[in-house]
C-alpha cells in the first residue's frame, strides 16, 4: 500500500507524535510505501526510514497520490479529505474536542469527527467514547512501547532515600494536571516522606516552575532513548491528569515496563490497563488523597512489589508486533474497502 502520514509538527517531542512516526517506520520494514508530510522540519530526535516531505500548507498538491492517508489530528482530516489523494484514515491518539484550549474550535472539531472518515483509536477508552458520542464504528489497535528502551532494572533496584518521584509532561498542558502532581509531592513533603522530584518535560519550564521551592531534578526535552535511563532510577511513577482528556497517557506505561510502581489519577485511560492491582489509584485534582497514595506505595515494599509485577505484565500487552498486526489489518480492510466502493 501506499500510506501517507500528515502531520502539522514533526519535528514536536510528543508521545503522539513518536508513535505516528514509529508507526510509519514499521510499516515500511513491513514491505509498504510510506513517506511523511509536515508542515515543519523534519525531527531531529527520531531517525526515519521513509521519505519526508516538508510543505508549506497541506493543499492537494502538497499531498502525493496515495492510498491511504493517515490524519493524526482533527486539523489533518479536511485537508486530507479536500485533497481526494486517497483514502483519509483518522488516527485518533486523543478526542480533541473535550480540551479546555479548544474550546473556541469545539464545533469545527465535532463537525470534523463526524465526516464519514475511518477511525482507529489506540485506547479502549477512546473507542466507546467516540462510538457513543458520534454513532460511528471505531477500530480499536493497542498502543505500544518500545520495549528495547524501556526494559526494567533486575534485581529491583532498592528504594532510594530521597525517594525519587517520577512527574513527566509539560506544565502547559492544563489537562496532565503538573500543578496537583506538584501539590501532591509538596503534600507528602510536609508530612514527613524524604522525597525528590524526577521533573520530566518535553518542553522549556517557565521560570516560576523552577523556582519553586521543591527539591527537583530536571530533564528537559530528552531523547525517547533517554527516557528509559530516567524511568529506571525512578522508585514511583506519578501520573497526575485530571479526567477524560488524556487518551492513553504513553510515560505512565513507559514506566511500569521499566518496572516502576505508580500512582495513577482515578481516570479512564489509567484504569483501562486491566483488572489487577497495577497501581495505586487516588481521586484526581486531589493533592491530599494523591499524597496518602504515594505515602502508602513509600512505606510498603510489598504493595511496590505487587505493583510492579502487575505493571510489568500491563506493559508487556503493549508490543510493537501486537500494535503493527493490529494497524497493518485495519489498513488493509480500510484499503480493500475502498477499492470495492471504486
Not at 463526524?114 to 489497535?141: E, G, M, N, T
Request: charged letters at 20%; aromatic letters at 6%; glycine letters at 6%.
Amino acid at each position: 500500500m501506499r500510506v501517507t502520514y500528515l502531520l502539522a509538527d514533526a519535528a514536536g517531542l510528543w508521545g503522539g507524535v513518536k508513535i505516528a512516526l514509529a508507526q510509519a517506520n514499521a510499516l515500511v520494514a513491513r514491505g509498504h510505501d510510506v513517506r511523511v508530510v509536515s508542515m515543519s522540519r523534519p525531527p531531529n530526535w527520531f531517525e526515519l526510514a521513509c521519505e519526508f516531505l516538508q510543505v508549506e500548507d497541506f493543499t492537494p498538491d502538497a499531498i502525493p497520490d496515495s492510498d491511504l492517508i493517515v490524519c493524526t489530528d482533527w486539523v489533518t482530516v479536511p485537508p486530507a479529505v479536500h485533497a481526494e489523494k486517497g483514502q483519509p484514515v483518522h488516527l485518533v491518539q486523543g478526542y480533541e474536542g473535550c480540551f479546555e484550549s479548544n474550546r473556541a474550535h469545539r464545533d469545527f472539531i465535532e463537525e470534523v469527527y463526524r465526516l464519514p472518515v475511518p477511525k482507529i483509536a489506540i485506547s479502549q477508552h477512546l473507542q466507546r467514547s467516540l462510538q457513543d458520542q458520534f454513532q460511528q464504528s471505531v477500530a480499536y489497535i493497542p498502543n505500544m512501547v518500545d520495549h528495547q528502551t524501556m526494559y526494567p532494572v533486575e534485581p529491583p533496584r532498592p528504594l532510594g532515600r530521597p525517594i525519587r518521584v517520577g512527574l513527566v509532561g509539560p506544565m502547559s498542558v492544563g489537562w496532565k494536571d503538573i500543578q496537583t502532581g506538584l501539590e501532591t509531592c509538596a503534600a507528602a513533603l510536609r508530612r514527613g516522606l524524604d522525597l525528590e522530584i524526577v521533573r520530566v518535560s518535553n518542553t522549556v519550564p517557565d521560570a516560576e516552575e523552577r523556582e519553586l521551592p521543591l527539591p527537583m531534578e530536571w530533564h528537559v526535552k530528552l531523547d525517547p532513548a533517554q527516557m528509559g535511563e530516567v524511568y529506571r532510577t525512578l522508585d514511583i511513577m506519578l501520573g497526575s491528569s485530571k479526567g477524560h482528556e488524556e487518551g492513553f497517557h504513553l510515560p505512565a506505561v513507559e514506566a511500569m515496563a521499566c518496572g516502576v510502581p505508580c500512582v495513577l489519577t482515578d481516570i479512564p485511560c489509567f484504569r483501562g490497563h486491566g483488572t489487577s492491582r497495577y497501581a495505586q489509584f487516588a481521586p484526581p485534582q486531589d493533592p491530599e488523597s494523591l499524597a496518602d497514595a504515594l505515602i502508602s506505595v513509600a512505606q510498603n515494599p510489598e504493595l511496590r512489589a505487587e505493583l510492579r509485577a502487575n505493571g510489568l505484565r500491563v506493559a508487556a500487552q503493549y508490543t510493537k508486533k501486537g500494535h503493527m498486526d493490529g494497524l497493518e489489518e485495519s489498513l488493509k480492510r480500510i484499503h480493500a474497502a475502498t477499492l470495492v466502493q471504486a
